[in-house]
């Protein structure tokens, strides 16, 4: 029977291999290495012609049935589970580009996806070129013969901005360009990255698939549609694998050797979290629209910045990529830092913590933290202003998070 919905592919995902004991979740193989029966089996596996685990840093049980689950909600050729989000975008870099190559990006990215780019990823001779995504002529001027990726953030953080992806990966196509979507904001059951052209996806799974913040892992999500032989650093792996070629190379070399591998246990964990994702993010979207709308009644903030808004100019674009669920988080300015800082301090129910899609709702004012390291100029020009909050919305009863969010503003002096 073929399977539809999105909840019951991830309950009803089988295993690899059946279990000894029948068990309804898949153990955790909290092991390193693997025995086999003879030397010759354990050469096929060391080269490939077997399938079977080696040593948990290159592939485990558990990981590999948290990978089969998002292959089989995503639909995609080749999934990668790693230790982090920021673990899933070096490795596809580094996977991709080689000394002399660019990207083209926007200035606005989550605070470490930037520094990799223009810092650590520069050490390696890659260039990273800053555009305005949403100028496609700007965009179209960037991109030349050595550019390999164009690469976005499918919901800005925190900047809550949002970009035509369709005709972003019409471009890029058109110049052979590979689309690479951080798609953490938008996750699985909201979002459909190949309708929009997108080859490769990474996502933060420490977010809301991790099932509550229980533990950091990233994803990488090969759909196998681009033609590796036009990426000079996949062209002999695209004649050897063919659409495989990213994910051969990604599994082959950069991933075992980089060594950012998930855990089983927190493989494990992700795995529940998945089982449950649709119900905590449509809760969490659903209290992001109805608590931006009742920000938006309050005098003493500025603006309110939250995509499903129908004021805000991302309503409609959100509503076409994403539907009725443009993300869980919301930003809203004060009149001064002093007066985001006091409001800050008084909440009694929501945390101040960095992290997004808890099932908590979190709060934290990004210019002094996530952003604290860049020049006060260097902020002002990625839109993350020393008046910004951000709210990570979780699944709280909606009444509790207005009171609270009500009576912080109340007793800000």
Not at 14 to 38: C, M, Q, V, W
Not at 181 to 192: E, I, K, M, Q
Not at 217 to 225: E, T, V
Not at 253 to 260: D, F, K, V
Request: aromatic residues 10%; negative net charge; hydrophobic residues 40%.
């Amino acid at each position: 029977m073929e399977l539809k919905g999105f909840s019951t592919k991830v309950i009803h995902t089988g295993y690899a291999r059946k279990d000894a004991h029948n068990a309804l979740h898949l153990p955790i193989y909290s092991n390193a290495a693997f025995d086999f029966e003879t030397a010759e089996e354990m050469a096929d596996a060391f080269q490939g012609r077997r399938p079977d685990h080696t040593y948990s840093r290159v592939s485990n049980p558990t990981v590999e049935n948290f990978e089969k689950r998002v292959r089989s909600i995503t639909g995609a050729l080749g999934v990668t589970a790693l230790g982090s989000g920021m673990a899933a975008i070096s490795n596809t870099f580094f996977t991709l580009t080689q000394a002399g190559d660019n990207i083209v990006t926007s200035k606005h990215l989550f605070g470490n996806s930037l520094s990799f780019l223009t810092s650590t990823l520069k050490a390696f001779g890659v260039e990273t070129k800053l555009v305005d995504l949403t100028n496609f002529e700007e965009v179209k001027a960037a991109i030349d013969e050595n550019t390999v990726a164009l690469f976005f953030e499918t919901i800005t953080n925190p900047q809550l901005e949002i970009v035509d992806i369709a005709v972003l990966s019409k471009i890029a196509h058109e110049h052979g360009v590979a689309v690479i979507a951080d798609s953490t904001l938008t996750p699985p059951n909201t979002f459909n990255a190949p309708a929009f052209g997108v080859d490769i996806e990474v996502i933060s799974s420490t977010k809301i698939i991790s099932g509550g913040a229980t533990s950091t892992g990233g994803l990488i999500i090969d759909y196998g549609r681009f033609d590796w032989s036009r990426n000079a650093k996949l062209n002999d792996f695209a004649r050897r694998f063919g659409p495989f070629a990213f994910n051969a190379k990604l599994r082959k070399e950069i991933q075992r050797n980089l060594g950012a591998c998930l855990s089983p246990f927190h493989a494990y964990l992700q795995s529940l979290g998945l089982e449950t994702l649709d119900l905590r993010f449509n809760k969490a979207a659903n209290n992001s629209l109805l608590l931006a709308e009742y920000l938006q009644t309050e005098s003493k903030i500025k603006q309110v910045n939250y995509p499903g808004l129908k004021n805000s100019p991302f309503y409609d674009l959100g509503r076409k990529q994403f539907g009725e669920n443009p993300g869980a988080i919301i930003t809203f300015d004060f009149r001064s830092r002093a007066e985001s800082f006091r409001f800050l301090n008084n909440l009694q129910i929501i945390n101040r913590a960095t992290n997004i899609y808890d099932n908590r709702s979190l709060a934290i004012h990004p210019a002094s933290t996530i952003f604290g390291d860049f020049t006060p100029e260097t902020r002002e020009s990625i839109n993350v202003s020393d008046t910004l909050i951000r709210l990570s919305v979780g699944i709280e009863d909606i009444d509790d998070l207005i009171n609270d969010i009500h009576q912080a503003i109340e007793r800000i002096e």
